[in-house]
């Protein structure tokens, strides 16, 4: 073998080595990209309006932003849970309150005041509970957030992409 050969396989070599790296680089660009435009959302309780509130922190909308119903008491004949409606969450940190969430005993729902909602207060609740957060971004792409609500705290410690 010549040289010049030697020569032509390292620079196909290297550049067969610069093009994967260079199709790294961009995969690694578009996943960063794809994190930082996501919606991030959270809910918290704002005492002095004394009411219940998302929070997006991510770059984009959150779209059909809904808590699923949970259960606070499981007892003998009694089920007493909360439904909460379905939003929206517009990005960077904006608030919305959420309204017309619904007690839910033994499959029946109704009305509710701020009494009702007593066990998720954090200065009202006496244990805390799992909530699980769902909503989409403008492209229909599907994410959660899980924490817990209720005694002294909203602690949110995943937030995940779904599909």
């Not at 620079?11 to 930082?36: H, M, P």
């Not at 808590?67 to 919305?96: A, R, S």
């Amino acid at each position: 073998m010549a040289c010049a050969d030697y020569i032509q396989l390292f620079i196909a070599v290297a550049v067969f080595i610069y093009a994967l790296a260079t199709i790294q680089l961009w995969k690694q660009t578009v996943k960063q990209t794809r994190l930082s435009m996501r919606p991030i959302v959270v809910i918290t309780y704002d005492e002095s309006e004394r009411k219940f509130k998302y929070i997006n922190y991510g770059n984009t909308p959150a779209f059909g932003v809904k808590i699923d119903d949970f259960t606070t008491i499981n007892t003998e004949g009694l089920i007493l849970g909360y439904v909460v409606p379905e939003m929206y969450c517009l990005p960077q940190g904006k608030e919305i309150c959420i309204e017309n969430i619904k007690k839910k005993i033994n499959d029946e729902t109704s009305e509710t005041d701020s009494f009702d909602l007593g066990m998720i207060i954090p200065i009202s609740a006496h244990k805390t509970f799992d909530v699980i957060i769902r909503y989409k971004n403008a492209e229909n792409e599907k994410y959660k957030t899980e924490g817990k609500v209720g005694e002294g705290t909203f602690d949110f410690t995943k937030i995940e992409k779904i599909s």
